[in-house]
């Protein structure tokens, strides 16, 4: 059975940080290319930052600066490190696992609200 299970959402203030995890099991994790998306209330769902297997990244353009998405392969754990936000940045997050052709497996996601 395939978990993605994402942690770390919750409320900050305009300019904090926050750090999101995505633990995964029943997957080879080394084998999946890992990405976090976004979907704000009636807005559709957006890529923020992938991270392949290979350890490449590419990010939303507007967060490009801000946010870090890295992984630890030890841990079957995918990150986004989210620096600077902003309210515009408030979501639902999301992790997702995939292989192309293969398969592609989603986590339940992780509220952020930006406010003061």
């Known amino acids: 059975q395939v978990q993605l299970v994402e942690s770390g959402g919750g409320l900050v203030q305009p300019g904090g940080s926050l750090r999101l995890s995505c633990l995964a099991s029943?997957?080879?994790?080394?084998?999946?290319?890992m990405g976090w998306s976004r979907q704000a209330p009636g807005k559709q769902r957006e890529r923020v930052a992938l991270?392949?297997?290979?350890?490449?990244?590419n990010y939303l353009d507007s967060v490009k600066g801000r946010f870090t998405i890295s992984r630890d392969n030890a841990k079957n754990t995918v990150y986004l490190q989210m620096n600077s936000l902003k309210p515009e940045d408030t979501a639902v997050y999301y992790c997702n696992g995939f292989r192309t052709g293969e398969y592609d497996f989603w986590g339940q996601g992780t509220q952020v609200t930006v406010s003061s």
């Open positions: 029943g997957i080879i994790f080394s084998r999946a290319h």
């Open positions: 991270i392949t297997v290979g350890g490449s990244t």
